[in-house]
Nanobody
Framework: QVQLVESGRGLVQAGGSLRLSCAAA????????MGWFRQAPGRAREFVAS????????YYADSVKGRFSISRDNAKNTVYLQMNNLKPEDTAVYYC????????????????????WGQGTQVTVSS
């Protein structure tokens, strides 16, 4: 059974930092493209960042570029999202996702490209 478990939820002030982690089990992590998405109340789930299998290629939403950084440790089956200079508009539930499609070796930015999802972790940024 595939499990993606996020951790690192928190309440921070604007300008602060937070690091999210996502531990994966039940899948071949090193062969999975990984991504982070977020969903604010009343809004659709939106792409945040993605990282390729080997960790050499990353891609970010324009809204977080230069502030967020995605990384992975294939030895630990874990993907991370370092969030710096947080803004109130970053407030959302953040989800980790895995794309296990063998044909996808780079990054994935669309919700439908991902097979498995974590339960989500709340990030709240106060002004």
């Amino acid at each position: 059974q595939v499990q993606l478990v996020e951790s690192g939820r928190g309440l921070v002030q604007a300008g602060g930092s937070l690091r999210l982690s996502c531990a994966a089990a039940g899948l071949t992590f090193r062969r999975s493209v990984m991504g982070w998405f977020r969903q604010a109340p009343g809004r659709a789930r939106e792409f945040v960042a993605s990282i390729c299998r080997a960790g050499l290629n990353t891609y970010y939403a324009d809204s977080v570029k230069g502030r967020f950084s995605i990384s992975r440790d294939n030895a630990k089956n874990t993907v991370y999202l370092q969030m710096n200079n947080l803004k109130p508009e970053d407030t959302a539930v953040y989800y980790c996702a895995a794309d296990t499609n063998v044909l996808n070796t780079i990054v994935a930015v669309r919700v439908y490209e991902y097979d498995y999802w974590g339960q989500g972790t709340q990030v709240t940024v106060s002004s």
